[in-house]
């Protein structure tokens, strides 16, 4: 019997809590964002029917979707499979989000769907790397906050 389970890798890409909004968007006070990554619509739809959006705009050909979700600030995309596709929106992400000339992503959360052994099963990465050598460590508030038991 073929399983699939959800899970959720977190991990902060940039220090601090800078903020983002588009331009178009823009307001005196920047809003800090928490980018919500998926790879297909079925894995974002549900994030995006219990968000409230302020605007979508288009960015090198990439719909994002600006607003809140459950209390929180956030951009979310679809990245389309693969790590080239997630690699390619994230950084357009950064790129057209921000406050000022500072960043504006706070941080970037991966939700989607995989193999596992049980059904809800969970994966959340203490650290990333793209070459095998070198490591990038999660913001170990974000890794705490995703290791809580939530329902």
Not at 72 to 78: G, K
Not at 142 to 148: K, S
Request: hydrophobic share 45%; net charge positive; aromatic share 8%.
């Amino acid at each position: 019997m073929r399983r699939i389970a959800p899970f959720v890798l977190a991990a902060l890409v940039a220090g601090g809590f800078p903020s983002a909004v588009p331009e178009a968007l823009a307001t005196p006070a920047c809003t800090p964002r928490l980018l919500v990554l998926s790879a297909f619509p079925a894995e974002l739809g549900p994030l995006l029917a219990k968000a409230t959006l302020t605007g979508t705009p288009v960015v090198a050909g990439k719909r994002f979707f600006v607003g809140r979700l459950r209390g929180n600030s956030v951009v979310m995309a679809l990245t389309g499979i693969g790590l080239v596709n997630a690699k390619r929106t994230t950084r357009t992400a950064f790129r057209h989000f921000h406050c000022g000339s500072g960043r504006g992503i706070s941080g970037v959360v991966f939700s989607g769907v995989a193999g596992g052994d049980y059904i809800g099963d969970v994966a959340v990465a203490r650290r990333w790397t793209e070459d095998g050598k070198t490591w990038v460590r999660v913001d170990p508030a974000m890794f705490a906050t995703a290791r809580w038991p939530r329902r």
